[in-house]
């Protein structure tokens, strides 16, 4: 997460809320850890509550915005420059904000040192061409394979990993980018967007927006992707990344 929540992430709290399936899969992934490390750690939003945890963020706006959370402790900092020593924690964790990193080489060898077992990241698959948003904002589709790294990166720089697919639920409380599938009018909510740092990124969303606004009134969105009203969850091309320790 970089210092750009500074100026967007007034309201983070309130639009990014965790969702319990999603938390329930990096729960099972975390294993028997006790002390975790959460970087680049937003709001809290996912942390653990029967474990003891602490939080890595650039951000003091995001900061500001954490819950309170019994014992966590939420220190100034980034992924490139942890302020621990060597095999400080059981685990850690860094969910949906590689992609703000300025050095994501960097971050994750930085995750390794000061961890002694399992590192668990939740990402994108920019091989994924995420939902249907892309038809409106076909720039989503470069802008996320110019900040996301490819899956193979992080067998790299990590050893053994394995990649799991998190399926999106119908009703997901969090509002990340493609979050909201089967729930388009969402997308017109200025607000709900904010909670996406890709819209603060791209240049003429306003217009996309009035375009499916126009395709929701005229039934063009439900013929082209009706379809999805049926499911309950969609894999949007989400991904948990788990290393083997």
């Not at 850890?33 to 890595?56: H, K, Q």
């Not at 999805?228 to 969850?233: F, N, P, S, T, W």
Request: charged residues 25%; aromatic residues 10%; hydrophobic residues 40%.
């Amino acid at each position: 997460m970089d210092a750009t929540y500074d100026r967007i992430g007034g309201d983070y709290a309130a639009t990014r809320r965790p969702d319990p399936r999603i938390a329930a899969a990096v729960e099972r992934a975390l294993g028997n850890a006790d002390i975790v490390l959460n970087v680049g750690a937003g709001t809290g939003a996912y942390e653990p509550e029967d474990r003891r945890t602490v939080a890595v963020e650039p951000s003091i706006t995001m900061i500001r915005q954490r819950r309170s959370r019994g014992s966590a402790l939420a220190v100034q900092g980034r992924a490139e420059a942890l302020p621990f020593a060597d095999r400080r924690f059981d685990a850690a964790m860094a969910l949906l904000t590689i992609h703000h990193w300025t050095d994501p080489v960097r971050g994750l060898q930085d995750m390794r040192r000061v961890t002694r077992g399992r590192i668990v990241l939740l990402t994108f698959d920019p091989a994924s061409r995420g939902t249907w948003l892309t038809d409106y904002l076909p720039g989503l589709i470069a802008l996320d394979a110019a900040q996301l790294p490819a899956m193979s990166f992080y067998g790299e720089y990590l050893g053994k990993v394995d990649i799991l697919p998190v399926p999106i639920p119908d009703d997901c409380t969090d509002g990340f980018l493609y979050a909201f599938w089967r729930r388009p009018s969402a997308y017109l909510d200025p607000a709900r967007r904010a909670g996406s740092s890709s819209f603060w990124a791209l240049p003429n969303v306003d217009a996309a927006m009035w375009r499916l606004e126009d395709d929701l009134k005229s039934g063009v969105w439900t013929r082209r992707y009706g379809h999805l009203l049926k499911e309950e969850v969609f894999d949007a091309g989400y991904r948990l990344v788990v290393t083997a320790r």
